[in-house]
């Protein structure tokens, strides 16, 4: 399995000003392109699939599912990663005669589920076609993210950004403890757990 993103998120999941406002730098502008590429660095840790912290898509982005093919058992589900599951836009394949085909009817389900990740099953009462025995011999294209950024999640990147930008050293001589409700705190909730 591998994922592959097709269409990127039309912006940033803080804006400069959100940025600027936490840390009480609205008066300059020396460190903008600092403070913008620490934001991209802390949406990064927590945004999109593992390593990423919460395992979602948290801005809405298109992405590719690729597989080696169907699930043997003909009428297993696929899940599909990186909840809140928007749209499947297309499903995919290369058949045993190496031609390749698109599946117009299909069930999908989680459409909208920010508790749970989206999965695909076949049309009711037909299965999984087979596939030619070759790597990545089906692509699924769906679309996942949230309309809009959970304010947690906006607050938790801003605590990373501003932790960072006042302690820009690997190592200080303050013994630097999490603040109750801090990041993990805040993103806990929302984080997709392995099954």
Same mark, same amino acid.
Request: proline share 8%.
């Given at each position: 399995?591998?994922?592959?993103?097709?269409?990127?998120?039309?912006?940033? $999941?803080?804006?400069?000003?959100?940025?600027?406002?936490?840390?009480?730098? /609205?008066?300059?502008?020396?460190?903008?392109?600092?403070?913008?590429? $620490?934001?991209?660095?802390?949406?990064?840790? /927590?945004? !999109?699939?593992?390593? *990423?912290?919460? !395992?979602?898509?948290?801005?809405?982005?298109?992405?590719?599912?690729?597989?080696?093919?169907?699930?043997?058992?003909?009428c297993s589900r696929i899940a599909l990663p990186l909840p809140p599951l928007r749209s499947v836009d297309t499903v995919e394949y290369v058949d045993i005669d190496g031609t390749a085909q698109t599946i117009a009817d299909f069930r999908e389900f989680g459409v909208q589920s920010t508790n749970s990740t989206g999965f695909l099953l076949p049309a009711f009462g037909s299965t999984w076609p087979d596939?030619?025995?070759?790597?990545?011999?089906?692509?699924?294209?769906?679309?996942? !993210?949230?309309? #809009?950024?959970?304010?947690?999640?906006?607050?938790?990147?801003? $605590? $990373? /950004?501003?932790?960072?930008?006042?302690?820009?050293?690997?190592? #200080?001589?303050? *013994?630097?403890?999490?603040?109750?409700?801090?990041?993990?705190?805040?993103?806990?909730?929302?984080?997709?757990?392995? #099954?």
């Amino acid at each position: 399995m591998a994922l592959k993103l097709i269409t990127d998120a039309s912006g940033p $999941l803080v804006t400069a000003a959100e940025i600027k406002r936490h840390i009480r730098a /609205v008066d300059f502008s020396d460190d903008d392109d600092y403070l913008q590429a $620490l934001a991209g660095v802390a949406a990064n840790h /927590v945004d !999109g699939p593992e390593p *990423a912290w919460l !395992g979602r898509s948290l801005a809405e982005r298109q992405w590719q599912l690729i597989l080696d093919g169907f699930p043997a058992d003909k009428c297993s589900r696929i899940a599909l990663p990186l909840p809140p599951l928007r749209s499947v836009d297309t499903v995919e394949y290369v058949d045993i005669d190496g031609t390749a085909q698109t599946i117009a009817d299909f069930r999908e389900f989680g459409v909208q589920s920010t508790n749970s990740t989206g999965f695909l099953l076949p049309a009711f009462g037909s299965t999984w076609p087979d596939t030619r025995s070759e790597p990545e011999a089906v692509k699924i294209t769906f679309t996942a !993210g949230f309309a #809009s950024v959970p304010p947690a999640v906006k607050h938790a990147i801003l $605590l $990373l /950004v501003g932790q960072w930008y006042e302690n820009r050293e690997n190592a #200080s001589e303050i *013994a630097l403890t999490e603040i109750p409700n801090g990041v993990s705190a805040l993103l806990t909730p929302l984080k997709i757990w392995p #099954s």
